[in-house]
């Protein structure tokens, strides 16, 4: 009996353990099997996208733009250091276009038909650590860290911004991010003046940004983005000689999700 007690306590005692070895493991797992790609060559991968920027000025009309559309790629070579893409994209009401892409760093760095630059986009088919962070450690649910962006981006000027783990599904290496972040100044390449309409009247106004602040959930599959979303918003003046200063509240937002390639 005084056996068969002990072996019972053995067998608990061994259960458990693996019980907490494959739990740690499921919790706690190296950020680089979630977010770092592993892509074949040949294999094909696609997205379909929106970006809307909307500017609400108080006493006249509110002006907005929308683009959206779909980008196919196929990889030509899955090098980690050196990652090269043959795409194909489709925005609506444009004509369609292709060119190699080669995304370099680990995805920092970005070149489209051989001119290279720091990948500043808001979104895109995979994990970009100049936006995210170094994909380094161990990660788990509630795991966050902070992020300095160095530079103005698609949605956002420098700043600072913080990552936090949602979700985690080890059995399909899949992770949800949110991020979160403020800074000041203009975003990358965005258009320091705009044309207001006030009265059925058309007017050139200087923008002046205020602060802005974005926040957006993203889930990663080996790297690869399967959704996106993230929203930006900031208070802003419109100046000009005939309208004077308008204050206005600026707001610019992306989707992006993972899709079935198909012919474009």
């Given at each position: 009996m005084k056996y068969f007690s002990s072996l019972m306590v053995l067998i608990l005692l061994v259960s458990a353990s693996f019980l907490f070895a494959a739990n740690s493991s499921s919790?706690?797992?190296?950020?680089?099997?979630?977010?770092?790609?592993?892509?074949?060559?040949?294999?094909?991968l696609g997205n379909i996208f929106s970006r809307t920027v909307s500017y609400a000025p108080e006493g006249a009309d509110e002006a907005v733009w929308r683009a959206s559309g779909t980008a196919i790629y196929t990889v030509v070579d899955n090098s980690p250091a050196n990652l090269v893409l043959d795409g194909h994209f489709r925005y609506d009401g444009r004509p369609q276009s292709t060119g190699k892409t080669e995304i370099k760093e680990g995805g920092k760095t970005l070149c489209y038909r051989g001119k290279c630059g720091l990948n500043t986009d808001a979104s895109g088919p995979l994990y970009n650590p100049f936006l995210w962070g170094d994909a380094k450690g161990s990660i788990r649910e509630s795991t966050n860290w902070e992020v300095s962006i160095g530079e103005s981006w698609e949605l956002g000027p420098a700043g600072k911004e913080m990552v936090t783990v949602l979700l985690v599904d080890p059995k399909n290496h899949s992770v949800t991010l949110k991020r979160e972040g403020t800074g000041e100044g203009y975003f990358g390449d965005e258009a320091k003046q705009i044309h207001l309409t006030k009265d059925g009247k058309s007017y050139l106004v200087d923008v002046v940004p205020g602060k802005a602040h974005w926040i957006g959930y993203t889930t990663f599959r080996e790297g690869?983005?399967?959704?996106?979303?993230?929203l930006v918003d900031r208070q802003v003046n419109l100046t000009s000689k005939?309208?004077?200063?308008?204050?206005?509240?600026?707001?610019?937002?992306?989707?992006?999700?993972?899709?079935?390639?198909?012919?474009?």
């Open positions: 919790r706690d797992l190296d950020a680089g099997i979630y977010l770092v790609p592993k892509l074949q060559v040949g294999q094909i690869l983005v399967m959704n996106d979303e993230l005939e309208l004077g200063n308008i204050q206005a509240l600026q707001r610019e937002y992306i989707l992006l999700n993972a899709m079935p390639p198909h012919s474009q």
